[in-house]
């Protein structure tokens, strides 16, 4: 493995260059793989260590006698509340539990800013000419395709070392009343791994902004979800917002989908007192209760916040090593190159590969031909990546050894991209 930077390689090493990776290329055609790593979900191993659940619950009431079999308890079971509040650092009271998936709630969230207007009795939103939302890019692509679903116009502003680009993100809130919140993923992000400081979260909380209903949607879908012996506590933002005088600003949102089961878990929204009221004034019309049997079977599966800590360790020892493999390829096939950078994730689900500007799309294309399906190119934008050059990985689903398989087919393809681009 060649580690001069192919910028500075000669017309004539780079041919040879290009010559080696197109061989590598085909001989990985050949190989007729066939992997994925498209989507951020837990593997079966993971899904298994929650499989105490198929038998739970094991009574018919919680510790306050609600029996969970009836109707009732739009909030969600408070005992369930307890654990994932002190988890989240919020009160109980302040949390809601709900149905299995946090998205919905940021949907239902949208819907009632845009047809009832904020808790703090705003205008509906749906009543605006113009609304835009803020997307630190990259990001999470199912938060800009919701927005846009809605006719709201992503705005992307960029992602630093910790967290959104705050200068760029004060010019813009202060001066445009149409940008009425913004996407923020505070800890571990998708894609790029990031924590949002306290710091971050203090400016954010205190930005004066020109939209008095703006609203900062703080999916914290990876809390919990360390990858070393560092438990990164997430900045409270709702905190910082009250203290601030702007309590409203924040609605956090949470999940065991990726602590339990990711199609059976329990979502959890936070926010403050008139947030919170706000959120199941408009969930009662259409519901008389969530499914508090599965808050219950988790509160008896995990039976404290400890329990989910423990719980979290095991997923731990499942994916860290996939994410060490992931690493371990890159560097050992493109470190010193210069056509490709990518992060070391202290938590969560992702890794953001940044090759050469222009080849993203090249590279992808050459792996699914090969066999590897990637995230589209473009897909951690809202829109497309102005620079055609961010790629998600998502390692957690596939086998230990499909990951490694799959990260030299990547990085064969990298290699190829950057080589057929640069030789012109
Ligand atoms: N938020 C983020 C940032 C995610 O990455 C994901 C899953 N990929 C979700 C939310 C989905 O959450 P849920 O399963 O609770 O709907």
Redesign the pocket.
């Known amino acids: 493995v060649p580690t001069t930077p192919l910028s500075q390689m000669s017309p004539d090493e780079l041919t040879a260059f290009l010559d080696a990776a197109r061989s590598s290329y085909d001989d990985l055609t050949r190989r007729g793989l066939s992997l994925d790593l498209t989507?951020?979900k837990p593997a079966p191993e993971q899904l298994d260590l929650a499989d105490g659940l198929m038998s739970l619950p094991t009574t018919t009431t919680d510790s306050t006698g609600t029996d969970v079999r009836n109707y009732g308890g739009l909030q969600g079971l408070g005992d369930l509340r307890d654990i994932f509040g002190e988890l989240l650092g919020v009160h109980a009271d302040r949390l809601v539990a709900g149905g299995?998936?946090?998205?919905?709630m940021m949907r239902d969230v949208l819907v009632d800013l845009w047809l009832k207007g904020g808790p703090g009795g705003g205008r509906p939103w749906g009543a605006e000419e113009t609304v835009k939302f803020l997307c630190p890019s990259p990001g999470?692509d199912?938060?800009f395709t919701l927005t846009s679903w809605f006719g709201i116009e992503n705005v992307p502003v960029p992602m630093t070392d910790e967290g959104p680009d705050l200068d760029a993100v004060e010019a813009l809130v202060a001066e445009d009343p149409t940008i009425k919140g913004m996407w923020v993923?505070p800890t571990y992000?998708?894609p790029t791994g990031t924590v949002v400081s306290d710091a971050v979260a203090a400016r954010l909380a205190a930005m004066p902004t020109a939209a008095d209903d703006f609203t900062i949607l703080w999916?914290n879908?990876?809390a919990l979800h360390h990858l070393t012996d560092t438990e990164h506590r997430s900045a409270d933002l709702i905190g910082a917002c009250a203290e601030a005088g702007h309590p409203d600003r924040a609605v956090m949102?949470a999940?065991t989908?990726?602590i339990s089961w990711?199609g059976a878990?329990v979502?959890f929204l936070a926010g403050s007192e008139a947030t919170v009221s706000w959120y199941l004034h408009h969930l009662g019309q259409g519901s008389i209760g969530p499914d508090k049997a599965n808050h219950l079977r988790h509160v008896q599966l995990f039976g404290s916040a400890d329990g989910v800590r423990e719980h979290m360790a095991k997923h731990r020892a499942l994916i860290a090593p996939k994410f060490a493999a992931v690493d371990k390829a890159l560097t050992h096939s493109l470190a010193g190159l210069g056509i490709a950078e990518w992060t070391r994730p202290k938590g969560g689900?992702f890794v953001s590969l940044d090759v050469l500007p222009g080849t993203a799309s090249r590279v992808i294309s050459l792996a699914k031909d090969a066999g590897v399906a990637l995230t589209p190119a473009g897909s951690a934008f809202p829109g497309a990546d102005p620079e055609d050059r961010n790629i998600r990985l998502a390692p957690t689903f596939p086998p230990l050894d499909s990951v490694v398989e799959a990260m030299e087919a990547v990085a064969t393809c990298v290699r190829l991209a950057a080589a057929e681009k640069l030789a012109g």
Do not use: E, I, P
């Open positions: 989507r951020g299995t998936s946090s998205l919905v999470y199912r938060h993923v992000a998708n999916d879908a990876y949102f999940s989908s990726k990711a878990g979502a689900y």
